[in-house]
């Protein structure tokens, strides 16, 4: 499924697949010299004059499909989002990161601890990597293995506080996710991320944020917060009734955030800038247990809840499926909500162990789209909604 090469009658071509659903398939043949080859659930379409038959003819389609999938009402609306929304915006991919760490200890003392820990892979894997150090720190006692666990941990850190561009389209897919009915739930969004891309993002578009933590200072963390909400109560035409204010979403991080800390009595965790020692589920092996403590199985717990509801349609954006426990909660909704959607928007459609069973579903049943899309052009190409989310907002029924 992702870019791969094919000999055909003594011509290499490479091949990549841009959506896979029950309806529609849309892949593409390119040959060396760059000529392209569109194939429309196995066949090559006939267009009319005014288009040409390359690449950007098959996003068009690709884009018109998912375009028209979103105009549909999904009452309940959950994203999730991985290093996807963030790199290229200030966020690194693993094999960044492990640059980062490269320079910070030197290629010879990464060497040497790749040896002392046993890691013999060539990958610029920094999870694998973490993951055989956390293991290995229960039995070795010398060569500074938790000292150089700590300053992977802290390149990790420092990687993660940044401001968001001018030109990100967060605040953008913000305000086109979160202009729905007034009626429907709060849309819920998950990020996997530790920087702080969508809260800078909400600032910009004057958007609420719901994130778990009371409005008092020090903002301290509460999972009853995120039964909360926020209503007119001056503008409401019928004094029991809820009118709902606009520009609200709820925002829960699963991995922790950059600037969460647990406070002077290590009984709360409190939001705090330019913390030293953030509250954040590392990229390891442990990460997996690690979600059964708090506040990270308050989080996984919404998630679970949130797919398990009616009509709900859960758009994954740059994930990897890498997340063991997170794919499980998704797989088990994909089989057990019958009115479950899941639409998964990632860089490439790889076709590997990971994405096999999704794509096996996406081709079998109408329940899982999955598309071949960057962060930005799957925001710029989000229909936007005619729905006014402010009542007040709407002219009077006559």
């Known amino acids: 499924m992702e870019e791969s090469i094919q000999q055909t009658v003594g011509i290499k071509t490479t091949k990549k697949t841009l959506l896979v659903s029950l309806s529609k398939t849309i892949t593409v043949e390119t040959d060396p010299t760059g000529n392209a080859k569109i194939f429309v659930n196995g ?7 005014s288009d040409t038959l390359n690449e950007e003819y ?31 915006w200030g966020g ?45 720190k229960e039995f070795l006692t010398e060569g500074g293995i938790v000292e150089t666990i700590k300053t992977c941990e802290k390149v990790i850190q420092a990687n993660c506080s940044f401001k968001l561009p001018k030109s990100a389209p967060h ?53 009853r917060n995120f039964d909360f909400d926020i209503v007119y109560r001056e503008k ?58 708090q506040p990270f199985f308050e989080m996984m717990s919404r998630f679970q809840q949130n797919l398990r509801n009616e009509n709900v349609l859960l758009i994954c954006i740059g994930f990897s499926l890498n997340d063991k426990h997170i794919v499980t909660a998704i797989k088990e909704a994909v089989k057990q909500n019958p009115s479950f959607r899941l639409l998964i928007v990632s860089r490439t459609i790889r076709d590997n162990d990971i994405f096999e069973p999704f794509i096996e579903w996406a081709k079998t049943q109408n329940n899982v789209i999955i598309v071949a899309e960057e962060f930005k052009e799957f925001t710029e190409n989000y229909p936007t909604s005619k729905i006014h989310s402010d009542p007040y907002n709407q002219p009077e029924k006559k």
């Open 236 to 293: 409401s035409r019928i004094k029991e009734e809820h009118s709902f204010v606009p520009r609200v979403f709820h925002l829960y991080k699963p991995h922790g955030s950059i600037d969460w800390e647990l406070d002077e009595t290590g009984n709360a965790i409190v939001i705090k800038e330019n913390t030293a020692n953030p509250l954040m589920i590392y990229p390891k092996d442990n990460k997996y247990e690690n979600s059964y403590d």
């Open 92 to 136: 690194k991919t693993m094999e960044s990161l492990w640059d980062e760490v490269e320079k910070t200890l030197t290629p010879e003392i990464l060497t040497q601890f790749k040896t002392d820990i046993g890691f013999k892979s060539s990958k610029k894997d920094l999870e694998a990597l973490l993951s055989r150090a956390n293991l290995a």
């Open 58 to 88: 098959a996003h068009k389609l690709k884009r018109e499909f998912y375009s028209n999938f979103l105009k549909s009402q999904f009452e309940n609306l959950v994203v999730l989002t991985g290093a996807g929304s963030s790199v290229g």
């Open 43 to 49: 066949v090559e379409p006939q267009v009319d004059l």
């Open 171 to 223: 605040a953008e897919f913000l305000n086109k996710i979160t202009n729905r009915k007034v009626k429907d739930p709060r849309v819920k969004v998950f990020t996997l991320n530790y920087d702080t891309l969508f809260e800078q993002a909400a600032v910009l578009g004057n958007f609420t944020v719901l994130d778990g933590f009371s409005f008092s200072i020090p903002r301290t963390l509460s999972g």
